[in-house]
């Protein structure tokens, strides 16, 4: 790991994501407790001061860090590439395999391994899993429209969150037990994924 040189001048949000970004490739290789302020820090390359005036206190950072590895940013979900839904669903599963590789410390601890209990970190899943199922249905389901349908729409959001507890498992067969490749796990989410959503039109398929 590489810390950016001290003293850089950055505009605030630049600077944020940077601090953001460190934090995570520190909590990717080991968990929140053996990860000091000072490490922090040094990792992104600023006085300790600057992390208290950007995100409060070292569990706020962390939480943070949790959020921005769980939640499917708006553009990831946005400008996938591919004409038909298979395909934009296989980009979606490719991201999220990169993102899980990159982050694979963190992933472990909480995507998979769960929160253990602590109320906080379960906020951070449970609105990062709302977030991805609305993210998802914009990628992959452009027509639905939840006006329309409201009793439908809840039970297709229910459909996608329940799809992300197979693909922790998943993640579970792939990182802890070697028992499926990477490949492997993307055979198995991609057309699961397309499968529980609706029927696409004929264009589509």
Do not use: C, Q
Request: charged share 30%; hydrophobic share 45%.
């Amino acid at each position: 790991m590489t810390a950016p040189p001290v003293g850089r001048r950055l505009d605030p949000d630049a600077r944020r994501a940077e601090i953001l970004d460190a934090a995570l490739r520190l909590y990717a290789e080991r968990p929140y407790g053996d990860v000091s302020t000072s490490e922090l820090a040094r990792e992104a390359g600023v006085a300790r001061g600057l992390l208290n005036h950007y995100f409060g206190t070292k569990r706020e950072l962390y939480l943070e860090a949790l959020g921005a590895l769980l939640t499917i940013p708006e553009a990831a979900a946005t400008d996938l590439p591919g004409e038909t839904r298979a395909e934009r669903a296989g980009a979606a599963v490719d991201w999220f395999l990169d993102t899980v590789a990159a982050r694979r410390g963190l992933w472990l601890t909480v995507g998979v391994g769960g929160a253990g209990g602590d109320p906080e970190v379960d906020a951070v899943v449970e609105r990062a899993d709302e977030v991805a199922a609305e993210r998802v249905l914009v990628a992959l389901v452009p027509e639905h429209d939840p006006r329309s349908d409201p009793a439908g729409d809840v039970v297709l959001r229910a459909r996608v969150r329940a799809y992300f507890g197979l693909v922790r498992a998943a993640s579970r067969e792939w990182l802890v037990r070697g028992s499926l490749d990477r490949a492997g796990v993307r055979d198995l989410l991609v057309p699961t994924l397309v499968a529980l959503l609706p029927t696409p039109s004929r264009e589509d398929r």
